[in-house]
Nanobody
Framework: VQLQASGGGLVQAGNSLRLSCAAS????????IGWFRQAPGKEREGVSC????????YYADSVKGRFTISRDNPKNAVYLQMNSLKPEDTAVYYC????????????????WGQGTLVTVSS
């Protein structure tokens, strides 16, 4: 199961971006979905994830209060609204299916698709 992330770009600190995650050939409805990011020289980390129904969400401490994850199952899409962006948010962002239990964080289940680059300038 491979997902496609889009919506990245270059923004100034304090501004916003909305990332989209789409799938082709299968329905996202049955999966918990997570957003992950990898900054230059750093390991990939889980940023946020959402249950299959959308009723439960998880946020890493570094983005809590600034990022909002949502999903639109009829549109077969998951979104990550990123507000108050900081230079340290600069990374390639990926989406992937995750284990259903997201209470403690996002554990990738499916394969990595193409990410989208977010660059935040100071």
């Amino acid at each position: 199961v491979q997902l496609q992330a889009s919506g990245g770009g270059l923004v100034q600190a304090g501004n916003s971006l909305r990332l989209s995650c789409a799938a082709s050939g299968f329905l996202l409805d049955y999966y918990a979905i997570g957003w992950f990011r990898q900054a230059p020289g750093k390991e990939r980390e889980g940023v946020s994830c959402i249950s299959s129904s959308g009723g439960s969400t998880y946020y890493a401490d570094s983005v809590k209060g600034r990022f909002t994850i949502s999903r639109d199952n009829p549109k077969n899409a998951v979104y990550l609204q990123m507000n108050s962006l900081k230079p340290e948010d600069t990374a390639v962002y990926y989406c992937a299916t995750t284990l259903a239990d997201i209470v403690a964080g996002c554990v990738k289940l499916g394969s990595w698709g193409q990410g989208t680059l977010v660059t935040v300038s100071s």
